[in-house]
Structure formats: structure tokens, C-alpha cells
């Protein structure tokens, strides 16, 4: 229970600023007025949680993808356009792979702006920036100290509030997530309340 505890109260703490209303702006700009798509990206298991966050705001109406940091560097990186935006996860912001992502980005598409998440403010990735949102640097509750664990679960916090606060800006519906989301128990429901919001109008 006292790891439980702790996970909560880190989410509890999350330092909540202006940088919010400022991605939240940034990516329906990017995407929604000007046709970019949202870039993630992230290693390890700060990886994984920016994987879970992009294919969360593509089943929301939000177009995202992964792209992973070693792969840019062997061609990957041509999937990147202008009018895309990146949204980079490193709980010590300065993952290399990712500050090498940084400049072969901006080698590509000169303009490309960056939101990150990430524990560090002084940070280099917090300094390239246009939105950073911190996480508080929450201890791990891994008794090593080491493993990510608590941040990981900050992070995914912060990747849902990103998520619910674009679907809130551009007004998605149930209609729009059953047009996504066809398979099993959540396409099935999407498109029952679909219908009752048919009915509504």
C-alpha cells in the first residue's frame, strides 16, 4: 500500500503552469489547422509511454505516430514533414538519442517546434522547448531507486491530459471515435452511443 501511496502522490504533485495551455494550442495548430501530423518519440521505457501516448491520440482524432530515435537515424526520419510537431519523453532530458533527434529534425524541417515532458527544467531538452511540462521528479518506488517506475506513471498522466484536453478543443464525438475505432467491447460501445447522440440532434 505504501507504493500505491506513493504513485498517487507524485500524480498529485505534477506541476500544473501555463505550458499546458501552450501544447495543448501547439498541436491543435500543428495538426488540426495547418495538416501536421504529431510526432513522439522517446527510449526505453519513457519510449513506450510516448508509444501508448501516440497511439492514444490517433484513436482520439488527433493523427500521431512513433517514431523511435535510433531508427531516425537510418532513414526513419523521412516520415517527418513540415507543419509536424514533436513531443519528446525523457524523465533526465537529455536523452542523446533524443538531443540527436533534435538537430536532425531541425536538419529536415528547420521550423520544427518540441514539446517535452521531463523531470529536469535546466535540462538541454527543456531548453530547446517551445512547451515543457515537468513532472515534479518524482522519487521511483523501486527500492533501487533505478528502474522507471513512478515517473513512467507521471508521464502517462501527463500524455492523458494532453489527449483529453485536444478531444475537448476539437470537439470529438463518439460518432468520430467509432469511425476509428471498429474491433471489440469500446467499437461496439462507441457505436451505440454514436446512435444516441444521432438521436440527440
Do not use: W
Not at 504529431?38 to 510516448?50: D, F, P
Not at 523521412?78 to 529534425?105: Q, W
Not at 538541454?124 to 517551445?130: F, V
Not at 498522466?157 to 489527449?163: A, E, H, N, T, W
Amino acid at each position: 500500500m505504501a507504493v500505491l501511496a506513493q504513485e498517487v502522490e507524485a500524480v498529485r504533485n505534477i506541476p500544473v503552469t501555463e505550458e499546458y495551455d501552450k501544447a495543448i494550442a501547439l498541436i491543435v495548430n500543428h495538426v488540426h489547422r495547418l495538416g501536421g501530423t504529431l510526432v513522439l518519440s522517446g527510449m526505453g521505457k519513457a519510449g513506450q509511454v510516448a508509444m501508448n501516448i501516440a497511439t492514444t491520440f490517433s484513436s482520439t482524432g488527433t493523427p500521431a505516430y512513433f517514431l523511435h530515435p535510433s531508427e531516425a537515424q537510418h532513414g526513419d526520419l523521412g516520415i517527418v514533414r513540415p507543419n509536424d510537431i514533436m513531443l519528446l519523453v525523457s524523465n533526465s532530458g537529455k536523452t542523446r538519442e533524443l538531443l540527436e533527434l533534435v538537430e536532425l529534425s531541425r536538419g529536415l524541417v528547420p521550423g520544427m517546434q518540441f514539446i517535452v515532458i521531463t523531470s529536469s527544467p535546466k535540462s538541454p531538452l527543456a531548453k530547446i522547448a517551445t512547451a515543457c511540462l515537468l513532472t515534479g521528479s518524482p522519487q521511483e518506488v523501486c527500492p533501487l531507486g533505478l528502474t522507471p517506475t513512478t515517473s513512467t506513471t507521471v508521464m502517462a498522466v501527463i500524455g492523458d491530459l494532453l489527449v483529453v484536453s485536444v478531444m475537448q478543443q476539437i470537439g470529438f464525438t463518439s460518432t468520430d471515435y467509432a469511425r476509428r475505432h471498429h474491433g471489440g467491447y469500446l467499437g461496439t460501445k462507441s457505436r451505440r452511443q454514436s446512435k444516441n447522440e444521432d438521436k440527440e440532434l
